[in-house]
């Protein structure tokens, strides 16, 4: 098994621009989210999914969007890039909602918007 | 609002010998758990250790455990005997429902 994949691992935005960054998970797990993890600081969620067609907002949605239309897969969305949204964005997915339990992360992707 | 404060921005330990990394917490809730995540230069996030709060005993994984004081809301790790690829971030984090709330990190260095 894969796991969770990211891609791309590094990508360089204008201002303005936008970019879906790819998640994917083999592992039949209904449950996935975005965190985004700033300079020195801890991960926070941005978006979650509890199955396919079912998406919600965490923390920090402004500026995101999400859809899943399968249950393996789980795109991110930037329409407008702006410099606040540089940042390493990570996937995770786990296999129930249920309270503690493990979340597998991704790679993580590096964006940096200039 | 639920909150996780790491107060050790860095730390580092010579190889072999034990280091201890602190974790603080606040809410209101009874039911949650508390984990402990490494990130090396990789990136890659990897749980190293989980607590229910439930439990009274601590968790213990190998090299790794964790002393949980639930009135204290302190939820220190212990790695003991530690080896160079312990170098990494440390996360403590907080879990209710579904969500990890995580702490800002500590950054740890293993010297040989």
């Known amino acids: 098994n894969a796991g969770v994949t990211q891609t791309p691992k590094f990508r360089i935005l204008k201002i303005g621009q936008s970019m879906t960054l790819q998640c994917a998970q083999d592992?039949?797990?209904?449950?996935m989210y975005w965190y985004r993890q700033d300079p020195g600081m801890g991960l926070k969620l941005i978006y979650y999914s509890v199955g396919a067609g079912i998406t919600d907002k965490g923390e920090v949605p402004n500026g995101y969007n999400v859809s899943r239309s399968t249950t393996e897969d789980f795109p991110l969305r930037l329409e407008l890039a702006a410099p606040s949204q540089t940042s390493v964005y990570f996937c995770?997915?786990?296999?129930?909602?249920?309270?503690?339990?493990?979340?597998?992360f991704g790679p993580g992707t590096r964006l940096t918007v200039l | 609002a639920q909150t996780v404060t790491q107060s050790q921005p860095e730390m580092s330990v010579q190889e072999a010998e034990t280091v201890t990394l602190s974790c603080t917490y606040d809410t209101s809730e009874n039911n949650y758990y508390l984990f402990w995540y490494k990130q090396p230069p990789s990136r890659q996030m990897i749980l190293v250790i989980r607590?229910?709060?439930?439990?009274?005993q601590n968790a213990t994984e190998n090299r790794f455990s964790v002393n949980f004081q639930k009135a204290a809301k302190s939820f220190s790790l212990k790695i003991s005997d530690s080896q160079l690829g312990d170098t990494a971030m440390y996360f403590c984090?907080?879990?209710?429902?579904?969500?990890?709330?995580f702490g800002q990190g500590t950054e740890l260095s293993v010297k040989p």
């Open positions: 995770a997915s786990s296999y129930s909602f249920a309270q503690g339990n493990e979340q597998f």
């Open positions: 607590q229910e709060a439930y439990k009274q």
């Open positions: 592992m039949n797990h209904n449950y």
């Open positions: 984090a907080f879990m209710t429902s579904f969500e990890l709330i």
